[in-house]
């Protein structure tokens, strides 16, 4: 029998997507349009992959030709897709990054209303982590640090003094300019 001996390739992450508790999409990107062309495609295999997943402990699952990871919290399912013959650990990376920046983005509270309400900034995490289907960082600090929230949007306490002498600095600026 002879083995299939596949070419090395950037293009790891077939898709991520977040689910609520119903199964319903709340956010998703699929970077292969050979695998999913379609968004009807693309929805029944969510639907597919929710009724697999939703009531197992496992992380991992084989489904329609692809490696998905997933993890569940409150109300949310966050899953990570990749081929069949993809590494596994390389997609939990991608995952827990995923999940650890919005976390920290959000400070811990990852719910669906939450998430509703800073959709721009888990899709630019979400870009931020991979592109066309090639990992770009798999660092929750760098890509929370790349979102660049506003420093007033960080409480004092959690801003370094460089942030906020900058953001006083910005201030006088604009009281002297009024």
Not at 66 to 85: E, I, K
Not at 147 to 170: C, F, M, N, S, Y
Request: aromatic share 8%.
């Amino acid at each position: 029998m002879e083995e299939v001996m596949l070419e090395p390739t950037l293009y790891t992450i077939k898709g991520m997507a977040i689910l609520d508790n119903d199964g319903n999409r709340i956010l998703a990107k699929y970077y292969d349009k050979n695998v999913f062309p379609t968004v009807t495609e693309q929805k029944a295999f969510e639907k597919n992959l929710f009724n697999k997943t939703h009531r197992a402990d496992a992380e991992i699952i084989m489904l329609d030709g692809l490696t998905c990871v997933y993890r569940s919290n409150v109300d949310l399912f966050f899953y990570v897709m990749g081929s069949s013959f993809e590494n596994e650990l390389i997609l939990m990376s991608v995952l827990n990054c995923l999940y650890d920046s919005i976390s920290q983005i959000l400070r811990k509270n990852v719910e669906k209303r939450v998430i509703m309400e800073n959709l721009d900034i888990v899709m630019l995490a979400m870009d931020e982590i991979c592109d066309g289907g090639i990992i770009l960082e798999a660092d929750s600090g760098n890509v929370v640090q790349r979102v660049a929230l506003r420093a007033d949007d960080i409480p004092l306490g959690e801003q370094t003094v460089a942030q906020v002498l900058q953001t006083a600095k910005e201030q006088l600026k604009w009281s002297l300019l009024k």
